[in-house]
Nanobody, 115 residues
Framework: QVQLVESGGGLVQPGGSLRLSCAASRSIFSISRMGWYRQAPGKERELVAN???????NYADSVQGRFTISRDNAKNTVYLQMNSLKPEDTAVYYCNAGYLGADYWGQGTQVTVSS
């Protein structure tokens, strides 16, 4: 199993930045895929970005060029750097890990973009 703990959410003004962190309970070398999803009120959960064990990354079109996913293998942590935030980025952000054919989720962290 994999436990995931997110941190770094909060309230930010439009155009601002936040960095989310996701700490995993096991070495992320063993995890084939890690990523971030988000869910806004009344909407389905959607993929924001993910990063494969080999380092390949994927981004949703809506965040391409503004968000960057990265990993620190020594700290077993994945990050989501979010720049140029917009009100439509407001959502609960969830960390996800794909490990041995199963999906694991963090508890979520709220990101609110508002003036």
């Amino acid at each position: 199993q994999v436990q995931l703990v997110e941190s770094g959410g909060g309230l930010v003004q439009p155009g601002g930045s936040l960095r989310l962190s996701c700490a995993a309970s096991r070495s992320i070398f063993s995890i084939s895929r890690m990523g971030w999803y988000r869910q806004a009120p009344g909407k389905e959960r959607e993929l924001v970005a993910n990063i494969m064990r080999g380092g390949r990354t994927n981004y949703a079109d809506s965040v391409q060029g503004r968000f960057t996913i990265s990993r620190d293998n020594a700290k077993n942590t994945v990050y989501l750097q979010m720049n140029s935030l917009k009100p439509e980025d407001t959502a609960v952000y969830y960390c996800n890990a794909g490990y041995l054919g199963a999906d694991y989720w963090g508890q979520g962290t709220q990101v609110t973009v508002s003036s």
